[in-house]
């Protein structure tokens, strides 16, 4: 550790998350700002006044899409630099009633059980149907109706060739650009609030509560980075090529280094002195994403290569900490003191995750699922794409079969 203290163990497991390696933009003059500044992945515990402020988001991601409709109710003005604009569905947070507290209680097992085997770990599926199967005016109906119960369930409960075809998925961009133009007031604004050129859901899909209606308070601004793009941050504040935009705070919302971040980023070594860093220098190499060749006894909690952050998270880790204890307990009974992935195994896995993704739209846009948001980062899909029940069966099939594709010692 930093204090010189060192511990071992038989084991090791990673559970460092796959969304906890802030990303700050290499913004030149970024430490002359004199106001407070701070990243939305590393917000502090105490509470922040926004009162009387006036206040700068960097960024219009899940976190910014989630910070800005909060800042601006208290905030003396809001200043929203966005570079590329972004779908988002409402989240319809709400009350739960008595009644539905008891019927979720009373189903618990069975709700938990369909989550285990859905697509995404969720308690719902994609539709039986396809978008173009059905008239335009049913499959808007439809995504009126889940429009209304809002979440996640709108786009992965809808229609599977949302994800894998253009035309259909088209279908529901539309439909989100406008219900972005009915609420936004501003024709102008609402038009570069509007994401052109890729398609929904292939940036992850944020969830919000009154995003896109914050754009109609007074108290508000958006700047449009692809018009007046930012040139530094200075005292006072962020210069754009057209004004100083000056401010008391500033938050960037700039996201992560996702899902390899959290592990390169602490210095792990394995046989013979190799660095993670260095084996994954042109992309994750694991099977599973799970365990990585050259790393024995080192387990991975949703790492690369796994559903992790294209599933529920809680629904992901509970099957690898469950698989993980399973596959230890095993080695223990059979006497074996370590396990790595042999080179075959890991090859077809990092191919078979590539291959996946290939065959959906995810991969037509430069998103953080391919590390595009970092700088040198190497462009590959990094989780498994193919469905988190599916993804279920493959690792209990290699555990069934004594652990194949890995080796014992």
């Not at 917000?43 to 601006?72: C, L, M, Y």
């Not at 989240?91 to 059980?113: F, H, M, Q, W, Y």
């Not at 899909?381 to 004594?402: H, S």
Request: negative net charge; contains cysteine.
């Amino acid at each position: 550790t930093d204090r010189g203290e060192r511990f071992s163990a038989t084991y090791l497991v990673t559970a460092v998350g796959c969304l906890s390696a802030a990303q700050v933009p290499d913004i030149s003059g970024r430490e002359k700002f004199q106001g407070l500044s701070y990243h939305t992945g590393e917000w502090p515990h105490e509470t922040i006044d926004f009162n009387g402020k006036r206040v700068g988001v960097i960024g219009t991601g899940s976190s910014g899409i989630q910070a800005i409709p909060v800042i601006a109710k208290t905030a003396k003005h809001l200043t929203v630099f966005q570079r590329t604009p972004n779908f988002s569905v409402p989240s319809r947070n709400t009350a739960l009633s008595a009644e539905r507290v008891g019927e979720i209680k009373r189903n618990i097992k069975d709700i938990r059980e369909f989550c285990r085997w859905s697509t995404i770990g969720q308690p719902y599926d994609f539709k039986q149907e396809e978008a173009l199967q059905l008239k335009p005016e049913a499959v808007e109906e439809q995504l009126e109706s889940d429009w209304q119960k809002g979440g996640f369930e709108w786009m992965f409960g809808s229609y599977s060739d949302l994800v894998f075809n253009k035309e259909a998925n088209d279908l529901a961009a539309d439909f989100v650009r406008n219900k972005i133009r009915s609420v936004v007031s501003d024709p102008k604004t609402a038009e570069r609030l509007i994401p052109q050129g890729y398609p929904i859901a292939s940036k992850r899909l944020p969830l919000d509560q009154g995003y896109f209606e914050t754009f109609n308070r007074d108290n508000v601004t958006l700047v449009d980075l692809r018009e007046t793009p930012i040139e530094s941050i200075v005292e006072r504040g962020v210069q754009t090529n057209e004004t100083v935009h000056e401010l008391d705070v500033l938050v960037f919302a700039t996201g992560f280094d996702a899902l390899t971040g959290p592990l390169t980023r602490i210095d792990i070594r394995g046989r013979d002195g190799q660095s993670l860093k260095e084996k994954w220098s042109h992309g994750p190499s694991t099977y599973l994403g799970v365990a990585s060749r050259g790393f024995p006894n080192m387990f991975m909690i949703t790492g690369p290569g796994s559903p992790s952050v294209l599933g529920n998270m809680p629904t992901s880790i509970e099957q690898h900490v469950d698989w993980i204890c399973d596959c230890i307990t095993h080695m223990r009974e059979a006497g074996t003191t370590t396990i790595e992935p042999d080179a075959k195994a890991e090859e077809t896995w990092g191919a078979h995750v590539q291959e996946l993704a290939n065959d959906t739209l995810f991969v037509q846009v430069d998103s953080w699922y391919l590390g595009a948001n970092i700088p040198g980062k190497p462009r590959v899909f990094l989780p498994y794409i193919g469905g988190f029940g599916a993804y279920r069966t493959l690792c209990n099939k290699v555990a069934e079969k004594g652990y194949e594709g890995f080796a014992l010692n």
